[in-house]
């Protein structure tokens, strides 16, 4: 079992950034996949990125791709998201996800353990 945790999330102006974290535990997640999805009020949770268990692979939905990085430290068993350039339609609870194997899906069928979110709040 793989239990995930995320944090870093809060209220930010237009334009300003956060760092969203998801910490590991219960396992080594260092040969895991790993994504963030997002989930709006009244929308269905969407893929926002993901990286393969080395690192050496990124993927971003395209409402995100140039304002935000995904990244991981294996040591620390710990997955990031850098927001920067932050818009309204940001907003929403951020959750991270984890799978076994060197598959890096962006969909959420393709992983099996969720954390439970963090609320990121954009104003403008």
């Known amino acids: 079992q793989v239990q995930l945790v995320e944090s870093g999330g809060g209220l930010v102006q237009a334009g300003g950034s956060l760092r969203l974290s998801c910490a590991a535990s219960?396992?080594?997640?260092?040969?895991?996949?790993m994504a963030w999805f997002r989930q709006a009020p009244g929308k269905e949770r969407e893929f926002v990125a993901a990286?393969?268990?080395?690192?050496?692979?990124?993927y971003y939905a395209d409402s995100v791709k140039g304002r935000f990085t995904i990244s991981r430290d294996n040591a620390k068993n710990t997955v990031y998201l850098q927001m920067s350039s932050l818009k309204p339609e940001d907003t929403a609870v951020y959750c991270c996800?984890?799978?076994?194997?060197?598959?890096?899906?962006?969909?959420?069928?393709?992983?099996?353990?969720w954390g439970q979110g963090t609320q990121v709040s954009v104003s403008s």
């Open positions: 996800a984890a799978r076994a194997g060197v598959l890096t899906p962006t969909i959420e069928l393709g992983y099996k353990y």
């Open positions: 219960g396992r080594t997640t260092s040969t895991y996949a």
């Open positions: 990286i393969s268990w080395s690192g050496d692979r990124t």
